[in-house]
C-alpha cells in the first residue's frame, strides 16, 4: 500500500509498506479522508522525529474485523482518533486525560495519510466513533480539531454572554468562532493579519473583526465593547508574539487560553503584577478524548457546525506534498483534506 513519510515540509515522500496485519480487538481501516493539521506543519516538532508516518485526522472504512470486535462491523463508516487515555492513572483520575502516559503511547498504524490503517485494540475501545451517513468523510475529519476547541473553550470557563476575543482565523480560529457561538458567547471578535480569513470569520459568526495591523487592537475592542477588554482570548497560533497580545486584551478577571503550542525555545514575555492584580489566567489545552469527540460529531451531524465552508482544498494522496506546501503557506486556504481518489 502507499503511505506518506515524512522528513522535511518540503521533503513527503510516498513510499511502499506491506497493508498492516491486525490482531485480536483491532480494527483495518481504507482511509477515505486525512486532514491536515496545523501541528503537520511544525518542523520544530516533526523533523526531530523523521522520518516519520504521519497524519491523525482520519475518517475511512472497516475492511477487517480482529477477534472480539462487536462494536464494529466491515463496511462501517468510521472516525479514528490517535490518542486514546488509560481512564485510571493518576492524570486520569484527575481528568488531565491527554496528559495520561497511555494517551501519548498510543498512536494508529502508520499514521492517517496511508491508504489502510490499524487501530490498536485499545483505541477501537475508546477512540472509534460510527460516523453517521449525514457526515462525509470529508466533514468528518474536521471531527478531532473540533473536538480540541470544545475542551478547550471548556477549560476556560466560558460563560453565557462573555465577550470573547479568538486570535487568529485559521481553521482552528474558525471552529472556535462556531463553538463559542454555540457555548453562549455574547460577543465574538476574531483577529487575523489576512482579509482572506476576517471574511469568513465574519461569515462563520464572528460579529466583528479587526486586523491589528489596519486597526489598534485595543482601542477597537473597547470601542465595541463598553470600554472593557475581553473575557476570553483564545490564542490559536503558536507564537509568544500571539500570547503576549491575546494578554494585553485580557480584562480584569479573564481567562487568556493558549490553544496553539509555541516552539521550545520561544519565551514569553510579561508583568506578573499585572497578571497577579487584574486576576488574569493564563491557561493551555493540548489535543481532546472521547467525550469531546462524541459531542463534536454530534455538533456536525446536527449541522450546527459549518464544515464545508472550512474545506477549502482537497488533494489525492500523492500529491500531499503540493498539499502541506499550500497548507505551510496559510494564506489563502483553510482545511486541507488528503482524500482517497474513490472516496
Not at 209 to 232: F, S, Y
Request: with cysteine.
Amino acid at each position: 500500500m502507499k503511505a506518506a513519510l515524512y522528513y522535511a515540509n518540503n521533503d513527503i515522500r510516498i513510499v511502499d509498506v506491506p497493508v498492516p496485519e491486525i490482531g485480536p480487538g483491532e480494527i483495518l481501516v481504507e482511509m477515505k479522508a486525512c486532514g491536515i493539521c496545523g501541528s503537520d506543519v511544525m518542523e520544530w516538532y516533526r523533523k526531530p522525529k523523521a522520518p516519520l508516518f504521519f497524519g491523525h485526522e482520519v475518517t475511512g472504512v472497516v475492511r477487517k474485523v480482529g477477534e472480539g470486535v462487536s462494536s464494529f462491523k466491515v463496511g462501517d463508516r468510521v472516525f479514528v482518533h490517535h490518542h486514546v487515555p488509560c481512564f485510571v492513572c493518576h492524570y486520569c483520575q484527575r481528568g488531565s486525560y491527554t496528559m495520561c502516559p497511555t494517551y501519548h503511547k498510543s498512536s494508529i498504524d502508520p499514521g492517517g495519510f496511508a491508504e489502510f490503517i490499524r487501530v490498536p485494540s485499545i483505541n477501537v475501545e475508546r477512540g472509534m466513533l460510527k460516523l453517521p451517513p449525514e457526515i462525509s468523510f470529508e466533514e468528518g475529519t474536521l471531527i478531532e480539531p473540533l473536538s480540541c476547541a470544545l475542551r478547550g473553550l471548556k477549560k476556560s470557563g466560558l460563560r453565557e454572554g462573555d465577550t470573547v476575543v479568538i486570535i487568529g482565523c485559521g481553521v482552528s480560529g474558525l471552529l472556535h468562532v462556531q463553538m463559542a457561538k454555540l457555548l453562549g458567547a455574547g460577543v465574538i471578535i476574531a483577529t487575523d493579519f489576512i482579509e482572506y480569513k476576517l471574511q469568513k470569520a465574519e461569515k462563520l459568526g464572528a460579529d466583528y473583526t479587526i486586523n491589528p495591523q489596519k486597526e489598534d487592537l485595543k482601542k477597537k475592542i473597547r470601542a465595541i465593547n463598553q470600554g472593557r477588554l475581553a473575557d476570553v482570548v483564545v490564542v490559536t497560533p503558536g507564537s509568544s508574539f500571539a500570547i503576549e497580545q491575546g494578554i494585553s486584551v485580557a480584562d480584569k478577571g479573564a481567562t487568556v487560553y493558549i490553544f496553539g503550542p509555541p516552539a521550545p525555545d520561544d519565551k514569553l514575555s510579561f508583568i506578573p503584577n499585572y497578571l497577579f492584580f487584574s486576576e488574569i489566567n493564563i491557561i493551555s489545552s493540548y489535543s481532546s478524548y472521547i467525550a469531546e469527540t462524541t459531542a463534536a460529531l454530534s455538533y456536525i451531524q446536527k449541522g450546527r457546525i459549518n464544515c464545508k465552508e472550512l474545506i477549502t482544498h482537497r488533494f489525492s494522496l500523492d500529491k500531499i506534498g503540493d498539499a502541506m506546501k499550500l497548507a505551510a503557506e496559510a494564506k489563502e486556504s483553510l482545511k486541507i483534506v488528503v482524500i482517497r481518489k474513490d472516496s
